[in-house]
C-alpha cells in the first residue's frame, strides 16, 4: 500500500512569491496534518484537517494557508515568502482524531523548501 | 514548549542495546508516550507508544517508570540503520490535534 505521498520533492522559489505544497494521505485516512521543520530541530505543528474541515492550527501567520479535498487529498499555500520559510514541510496523516492517542500518525518524506 | 526533554545526542556500539531516556516530570493521566525517530533527509517514522505498561515491538521496546515521568526507549540490537534522530513526544487521548516535538537525541552508531 501506498505511504503518505507528498509533492514537489524539492523546489526553491523566490522571496515574495507564493508556493502550493499537496498531500496525499494513506487510503483511507481523513486525517492530515502539516508541519514545518527547520533545519536541526523537530518538526512544528501548522494545520490539521478532518474531513476538510481545519481542527486544528499551530502558532504560524496567516500567510500560511491550507485546505482538504474531498478525497481527503491536501494542500499547503504559504504566501508572500520569506527566507525563514526555507524549511523541511511534512505532511502526516492517521485514521480520524478523537480516537485516542492510540493512532499512529504516518509522515511523508516531505518538501523541500528554499526561498532565495 | 515541549513537554519532554532528552539528551542531545548519544553513542552507541554495533549489535549492542541502547537505552534512549526521556524525562516528562509534566505528564498528565490522558497522555500517551510516543517515540519517533527520523533517519537523515526522511520523514519521521513511528517507533512505538505506550500508556503505562512497558510495550514491545518488533522495532522497539518502551519502558516507563511506575511514576510516569520518565521512560526509556530501548533499542536491542543496535544497526547501522538505526542511527536517527529520536524524539520522545506526549500526546493527550483527547486530543488528536497536534504533536509537539523537542529537539530530539540524536544517535550515533560505531561500527
Known amino acids: 500500500d501506498a505511504g503518505v505521498t507528498q509533492s514537489p520533492t524539492h523546489l526553491i522559489k523566490t522571496r515574495g512569491q507564493h508556493v502550493t505544497l499537496r498531500c496525499s494521505p494513506i487510503s483511507g485516512h481523513k486525517s492530515v496534518s502539516w508541519y514545518q521543520q527547520v533545519l536541526g530541530q523537530g518538526p512544528q505543528f501548522i494545520f490539521q484537517?478532518?474531513?476538510?474541515?481545519?481542527?486544528g492550527r499551530g502558532n504560524f501567520p496567516d500567510r500560511f494557508s491550507a485546505r482538504q479535498f474531498p478525497n481527503y487529498s491536501s494542500e499547503l499555500n504559504v504566501n508572500a515568502l520569506l527566507l525563514g520559510d526555507s524549511a523541511l514541510y511534512l505532511c502526516?496523516?492517521?485514521?480520524?482524531?478523537?480516537?485516542?492517542?492510540?493512532?499512529?500518525?504516518?509522515f511523508g518524506e516531505g518538501s523541500w523548501l528554499t526561498v532565495v | 514548549d515541549a513537554k519532554t526533554t532528552q539528551p542531545n545526542s548519544m553513542e552507541s556500539n554495533e549489535e549492542e542495546p541502547v537505552h534512549l531516556p526521556c524525562n516528562h516530570s509534566?505528564?498528565?493521566?490522558?497522555?500517551?508516550i510516543h517515540w519517533y525517530r527520523q533517519l537523515p533527509s526522511q520523514g519521521p517514522e513511528y517507533v512505538i507508544h505506550?500508556?503505562?505498561?512497558?510495550v514491545n515491538n518488533r522495532m522497539a521496546s518502551l519502558a516507563i517508570a511506575e511514576d510516569r515521568k520518565s521512560s526509556t526507549l530501548i533499542l536491542h540490537r543496535a544497526t547501522l540503520r538505526d542511527a536517527a534522530v529520536y524524539y520522545c513526544?506526549?500526546?493527550?487521548?483527547?486530543?488528536?490535534?497536534?504533536?509537539?516535538w523537542g529537539a530530539g537525541t540524536k544517535l550515533i552508531i560505531k561500527p
Open positions: 484537517y478532518y474531513e476538510k474541515e481545519e481542527r
Open positions: 513526544i506526549l500526546r493527550d487521548w483527547n486530543d488528536n490535534y497536534q504533536l509537539i
Open positions: 505506550g500508556l503505562t505498561s512497558n
Open positions: 502526516a496523516s492517521s485514521p480520524q482524531p478523537g480516537q485516542g492517542s492510540g493512532n499512529t500518525i504516518y
Open positions: 509534566t505528564i498528565s493521566g490522558t497522555d500517551y
